[in-house]
């Protein structure tokens, strides 16, 4: 069983920057790794996304505001959120397409950002 820890997350201000960080208790191999959050009321969405060796995928919403990163040796993701609105703010949980005899999707137990004045 693969477990994604993370952490990061909080509370800040509109125009504040927070990171996000999740780790892989695998040395498998991972072809997607990013994050998605889900508002209140709201589905899951994409937030961003990098395939191995593969550039990032972005929300529009996002875009220019958030960086993904991924180090593949050590199976971890990072999230850099700059310019954070009020709308960003939801429960961040990192995913992780794992392959060993197929591929399986691993979602991590999720983290809070919220952003508020």
């Known amino acids: 069983q693969v477990q994604l820890v993370e952490s990061g997350g909080g509370w800040v201000q509109p125009g504040g920057s927070l990171r996000l960080s999740c780790a892989a208790s695998t040395s498998r191999f991972i072809s997607d790794m990013g994050w998605y959050r889900q508002a209140p009321g709201n589905q899951r969405e994409l937030v961003a996304t990098q395939t191995r060796g593969g550039s990032p995928n972005y929300a529009d919403s996002v875009k220019g505001r958030f960086v993904v990163s991924r180090d593949n040796a050590k199976n971890t993701v990072i999230l850099q959120m700059s310019s954070l609105k009020p709308e960003d703010t939801a429960v961040y949980s990192c995913?992780?397409?794992?392959?060993?005899?197929?591929?399986?999707?691993?979602w991590g137990q999720g983290t809070q950002v919220t952003v508020s004045s």
């Open positions: 995913h992780a397409r794992v392959y060993s005899h197929g591929s399986r999707d691993y």
